[in-house]
């Protein structure tokens, strides 16, 4: 069949067939769809959806589009695990939770991606790290993986092709959010790194792709069926993304942030306990665990004990980074020529923030991306993020701005004030874990 009458079959609200997902996907993978192409199916699907059982079929098709990782050769003596995020700001759970979960006698070969719209990506702030191979050939993260315990890796040529073509058209073509196309997207990665178990991350508010908690739900229920239907045991965590989850939202400068949560110098409130609770899913559905708070325990050891920080920095180092790499980061990571304050327009609490305006102000300094091809300033960011609840004013600034120059300071700094709303007390706080769903 034409690609073309497979966009406009979707187009028109028909279910497609497995067959048709799997012929259109084969040519996006081989070249004869079109990047135009692809962009109409993406906004057909964005706007008349899937079934669960397309779903499926287009999960199956991205996984098998190319390897399959098989890990029985190596023949671990331990569950092979991951975790994902539905992307968010200052979210670099991963760069902690990987080598925590490691620590804890698990696998973890976990293929992350780029940033997607207002959010930062895991592949993104690695690549600050100098030297990182953020794509290494497969044998490499094999043995990466068997070595160190974690690997994390962006997206090699042999995994999931499909995926990486679609996904940064995605990126520049508003259909980010489709329910559908994040479900296909993320589990035909984790189908083909060979999983025994998922924990995702599904974020919901204003720095979120689903801001309500209702479209949250549906997506963590689309994955977490969609995956354990496939093979894969999954559960979901709903959280919050009203505020930025670390105090930091960039690439190096979050990167920083994971190396001082590892070392013990600062943890965040909110993002430890995200961080924690994921891992602690995980533990118990791999059986590493008798429970969940069996797992947080197994996990603060892993912290304070200093193994979670000797994998990190073992699996930089394995993977081109650094040697010394956490007494070594401040030197090693790219700084941006000059730091000012972002000061609030008057004294207040902090009473609700834009995320997704935060997550902009750092696309606009160079930390993200506008198209595609753009390129990206690891230097660039945000540090010292006021969470709800803060006391700000002239000597607390809302944040500082790591900029290239003072204009783009001075841009993102009236971002950020207009990004947050000040009140006269706090708000009551609420725990960052929403709800929890399994798959069925």
Request: with cysteine; aromatic share 4%.
């Amino acid at each position: 069949m034409l690609p073309q009458e497979v966009i406009r079959a979707k187009r028109d609200g028909r279910e497609l067939s497995e067959a048709e997902i799997a012929e259109f996907i084969a040519g996006l993978t081989s070249g004869p769809v079109s990047e135009g192409q692809a962009a109409a199916f993406a906004m057909a699907v964005f706007f008349r959806g899937m079934t669960l059982a397309e779903r499926v079929a287009l999960t199956r098709a991205m996984t098998q589009s190319g390897a399959v990782l098989d890990w029985r050769e190596p023949d671990l003596p331990g569950p092979i695990l991951d975790k994902h995020s539905t992307g968010g700001v200052g979210d670099n759970v991963s760069l902690m939770l990987a080598p925590m979960l490691a620590a804890c006698g698990a696998y973890v070969p976990m293929i992350s991606g780029r940033g997607l719209g207002h959010t930062g990506g895991t592949l993104d702030k690695l690549d600050s790290i100098p030297g990182y191979v953020s794509q290494p050939e497969l044998a490499r993260f094999k043995r990466v993986v068997g070595e160190v315990g974690c690997a994390i890796i962006g997206q090699t040529a042999d995994l999931a092709p499909a995926d990486k073509r679609l996904y940064a058209i995605r990126d520049v073509t508003a259909t980010v959010e489709s329910v559908a196309l994040i479900t296909a997207s993320i589990l035909s990665k984790k189908l083909a790194a060979g999983l025994e178990g998922l924990v995702m991350d599904v974020k919901t508010g204003s720095g979120a792709f689903m801001s309500t908690i209702e479209a949250s739900r549906e997506l963590a229920e689309s994955i977490a069926t969609v995956a354990t239907g496939a093979g894969l045991p999954t559960v979901a965590l709903i959280t919050d993304m009203n505020e930025p989850l670390a105090s930091a939202a960039g690439n190096a400068v979050e990167v920083q942030n994971a190396v001082d949560y590892l070392k013990g110098e600062r943890r965040d409130e909110r993002l430890d306990r995200v961080t924690r609770a994921l891992g602690a899913e995980l533990l118990k559905l791999a059986g590493l665990a008798e429970s969940a708070d069996a797992g947080d325990a197994a996990l603060v050891r892993a912290l304070d004990s200093g193994v979670a920080a000797e994998r990190f920095e073992r699996m930089v180092a394995a993977l081109g980074g650094p040697a010394d790499f956490l007494q070594r980061a401040r030197a090693e990571l790219p700084r941006a020529p000059m730091i000012v304050e972002a000061k609030a327009e008057r004294r207040g609490v902090v009473a609700a923030i834009d995320v997704r305006a935060v997550g902009l102000a750092v696309v606009e300094l160079g930390g993200g991306r506008a198209r595609a091809a753009d390129p990206i300033d690891p230097s660039v960011g945000l540090t010292g993020l006021a969470p709800i609840g803060a006391e700000v004013g002239p000597d607390r600034p809302l944040a500082l701005v790591h900029a290239r120059d003072g204009s783009a300071a001075d841009a993102a700094a009236e971002r950020l004030r207009a990004a947050y709303r000040l009140g006269e007390a706090a708000p009551v706080a609420g725990s960052p874990v929403i709800a929890r769903v399994a798959g069925v």
